[in-house]
């Protein structure tokens, strides 16, 4: 019975913040109030209530679990134990994540070079062919007459310029549902 108030006492307001990063997530939790804490163990998986991992962080309040594979669900819970480790609480609340796709970083830069155009000129803008899983193609084209143009498949845009002066043509592409982003200068002459 002594162990049922131990858990009561120990048990925690888990997982406060939850951050991914890669591969790797970031768990915050709030300390138990009890003066007797030694640690914490975080337990985890690849099913709720199924935990096939353990690590003991030791009386700190954040850990981070490295190289977990991506675009898989995890699941997260902790336990707290006594400084002489002879009683452990049960199982705080859980929480899960969804681990990102690696980024996928092309071999070159996505946007062509220009140095100088001419005012009133089509300029044609060609991605970069080597971007695989791409699912969408967003160009930003601000001083043109298209400003912004959305594609789902691969193919060059033509905007023209109005005005002279330097602009930054944006280009954004979505690969594995994760959005990578591209700048390039064009100066636009008289």
């Known amino acids: 019975m002594k162990l049922m108030t131990f858990s009561k006492i120990f048990l925690l307001s888990f997982l406060s913040t939850l951050e991914v990063e890669a ?8 300390a138990s109030t009890s003066p007797n804490i030694g640690g914490y ?3 985890y998986g690849t099913s709720t209530g199924n935990y096939t991992n353990m690590i003991d962080v030791g009386n700190i309040l954040t850990a ?3 190289d977990l594979p991506e675009k898989t669900e995890f699941f997260f819970a902790a336990k707290s134990y006594n400084k002489d480790r002879s009683l452990e609480s049960g199982f ?3 929480t ?6 690696d980024v996928i970083v092309p071999p070159s830069p996505p946007l062509p070079t220009f140095s100088e155009v001419p005012r009133g000129i089509q300029i044609v803008l060609t991605p970069n062919k080597d971007l695989v899983g791409v699912t969408n193609w967003k160009w930003t084209l601000p001083g043109s007459y298209a400003i912004s143009m959305t594609n789902t498949i691969f193919k060059p845009v033509y905007p023209t310029y109005k005005l002279p002066g330097t602009y930054d043509v944006t280009l954004e592409v979505t690969i ?6 591209y700048t390039q200068k064009i100066t636009v002459g008289n």
């Not at 591969?23 to 709030?30: A, D, G």
């Not at 899960?96 to 796709?101: D, E, F, L």
């Open 23 to 30: 591969s790797n997530v970031s768990l915050t939790w709030v």
């Open 64 to 66: 981070t679990i490295p």
């Open 92 to 94: 705080s609340n859980e």
């Open 41 to 43: 163990k975080i337990f």
């Open 96 to 101: 899960s994540t969804i681990t990102p796709p």
């Open 176 to 181: 594995d549902g994760v959005v990578q982003s």
